[in-house]
């Protein structure tokens, strides 16, 4: 399967996975490509259910974790380096608008 993944700033890159990739597969393809540490990535899938990818754990498949080819997933990244262990909590832009 093919998503796409939409960082805050607006740039899209493509990740290329096979279809019983699970969310570790996922955060270390991204990783690789875009040079990110595993452990700060924040995902959050946009769909109808709007929510963060990593909720169930890294074990899970993707495709149970409703991302399919195609899925748009935005990327945000915890910068924090202090090892807090604060959550951010992010909401979709669809939800504010009437």
Same mark, same amino acid.
């Given at each position: ?15 290329? /996975?096979?279809? %019983?990739?699970?969310?570790?597969? *996922?955060?270390? &393809?991204?990783? !690789?490509?875009?040079? =990110? ?5 924040? /995902?959050?899938? %946009?769909?109808?259910?709007?929510? *963060?990818?990593? &909720?169930?754990? !890294?074990?899970?498949? =993707? ?36």
């Amino acid at each position: 399967m093919r998503v796409v993944v939409e960082i805050l700033t607006g740039s899209l890159f493509y990740i290329q /996975l096979g279809n %019983d990739a699970t969310v570790a597969d *996922l955060k270390r &393809e991204i990783c !690789d490509q875009q040079k =990110l540490p595993q452990d700060h990535l924040i /995902l959050f899938l %946009d769909n109808y259910q709007s929510r *963060l990818i990593d &909720e169930d754990g !890294d074990g899970i498949s =993707l495709i149970d974790c409703g991302i399919h080819d195609g899925s748009h997933i935005y990327l945000f990244f915890n910068p924090l380096k202090d090892g807090s262990t604060h959550l951010f909590v992010f909401a979709s832009p669809d939800l504010f608008l009437g």
